[in-house]
């Protein structure tokens, strides 16, 4: 059976990795932090993702996956999977290719003759063709292929383990036959397999991604226009969701998507897009992104249209820190973003979140992040709930009534059982409803 390498331990490297032990192979993950390999050699996962703690766990303990720092530990395996980070350069809209860069060009020397580099990190398209190119000239022996991830946050180990398509961009029958190889057991569940050249694997990822991003800044669009006109999003969505062209997912408007994929992807796309002569083609993602961060601007508007300009001295209670439920990731989250422009027009934040408020402290330390969702809203002159998590939708508003100054709550995602907080006695506002 292959020997596998994973380069890189983040969220992706670490799911892939257990993902591909769990299915029978060797695998060896590798990473220059010294205390994430710790972690992870114990069976613990530094962040939170449902079901992969529980898988690592088994997965080190079946003895088929272990982690370390030395890349020597590779020169045995036959395929190396590339799941380091891209993120947006300090600089411009570009993605920073430092990681893939240097995992290739440490790969390369150590990776035995016949094996398989395979990129899986989001890169700009015509960085895999670049990269073939460095190895032609550091090792010849080895090929290049690139099999772009597809992961939501919140269902990682599923979309691994049971993805709904499996994406290849190869140069070479061989190169295809030992993916196919890799993923035997998925493609025996009947996942759809699609083959690629390097510059199409490369754009399928940005392309899905600029779509979705597309979809939600649509009917967070419509629900500018709702409020302006009186209308009621929520519904909107619902009657052209019905429509098997437009479908429901994604239509829910809200304070927009945030996170580390979405938003770096496209601005990446964009600046690609410019570099490549084509800037024409992209030049909507430009308003999409607009749209996306006007949906957090918007629901301060809200705020302020209930407590008034001037929010010094205000008590507001922010249920979510994690740019997404069951997730504990707060980059470049919607929510935080809108807690941090409320404390600094001088009210006083409080954020809860079940999972991340300790990577929102490690960010933003001048926020109060609170525990329990009682000391959150405790004395709070409105709520704004900014995360989906379902334990803010199974709250109930009449038993909370008496824990807050005033009976607002802005429903920044459109999730809460509107009725509910209404019969309740509760002053509902949310984006797109009158």
């Known amino acids: 059976m292959l020997k596998l390498s994973v380069i890189g331990t983040g969220y992706l ?10 299915l029978g192979f060797e695998v060896v993950g590798v990473d220059i932090d010294p205390k994430k390999i710790e972690l992870l050699s114990q069976g613990k996962v530094p962040f939170f993702e449902p ?11 079946s003895q088929r996956l272990k982690f370390t720092t030395d890349f020597s530990q590779i020169s045995d395996c036959d395929v190396h999977f590339i799941c380091v980070g891209t993120p947006q350069r300090s600089d ?13 060009a440490s790969v390369a020397p150590r990776a ?16 895999a063709n670049r990269l073939a190119d460095v190895l032609r000239g550091a090792n010849e022996k080895v090929e290049l292929a690139w ?28 190169a295809e036959e030992i993916l196919k190889e890799v993923y035997a057991s998925l493609l025996k569940d009947g996942v759809p397999w699609i083959r690629a050249d390097l510059p199409t694997a490369e754009l399928v990822k940005v392309a899905a991604n600029s779509f979705l991003a597309t979809k939600i800044s649509f009917i967070n669009a419509m629900a500018e226009i709702c409020e302006a006109a009186g209308g009621d999003v929520t519904v909107l969505a619902r009657a052209i969701g019905y429509d098997p062209r437009i479908g429901s997912r994604f239509l829910q408007a ?32 430009r308003e999409i992104d607009s749209i996306n961060l006007r949906a957090r601007a918007r629901v301060i508007d809200l705020v302020k249209v209930e407590l008034g300009q001037d929010l010094k001295g205000k008590r507001i209670a922010v249920w979510g820190a994690a740019f997404k439920p069951d997730s504990d990731d707060v980059r470049d989250s919607p929510a935080l973003d809108i807690a941090v422009e409320l404390g600094k027009a001088g009210a006083s934040v409080r954020v809860h979140d079940p ?14 992040f609170t525990e329990s969702i009682e000391s959150c809203i405790a004395g ?10 379902k334990i803010y939708r199974e709250i109930n508003p009449v038993a909370i009534k008496s824990q807050v100054n005033q009976a607002i709550v802005i429903d920044g995602r459109n999730s809460l059982d509107k009725e509910l907080w209404v019969r309740a006695g509760w002053k509902f506002r949310a984006p797109g409803r009158a």
Not at 95 to 100: G, I
Not at 112 to 127: N, Q
């Open 13 to 22: 490297g670490a799911t892939h990795a257990a993902a591909m032990s769990s």
């Open 51 to 61: 079901g992969l703690g529980e898988l690592l766990a088994a997965e080190i303990k």
């Open 92 to 104: 411009s809209l570009a993605a920073d290719l430092t990681y893939v860069d240097t995992s290739v």
């Open 112 to 127: 035995k003759a016949g094996s398989l580099i395979v990129g899986k990190s989001t890169v700009p398209v015509g960085t």
């Open 147 to 174: 099999n772009p991830e597809f992961l939501r946050e919140g269902f990682a180990v599923e979309d691994t383990l049971r993805p709904n398509r499996l994406v290849v961009g190869v140069t070479s029958d061989r």
């Open 254 to 285: 809200g304070i927009g998507f945030g996170g580390g994929c979405l938003p770096k992807d496209i601005r990446a796309f964009m600046a690609r897009s410019e570099e490549l002569g084509a800037r024409q083609s992209l030049e909507f993602l």
């Open 355 to 368: 999972k991340a408020i300790e990577p929102a402290r490690a960010r933003f330390a001048h926020l109060d």
């Open 380 to 389: 709070a002159d409105v709520i704004l709930h900014l995360t989906e998590w």
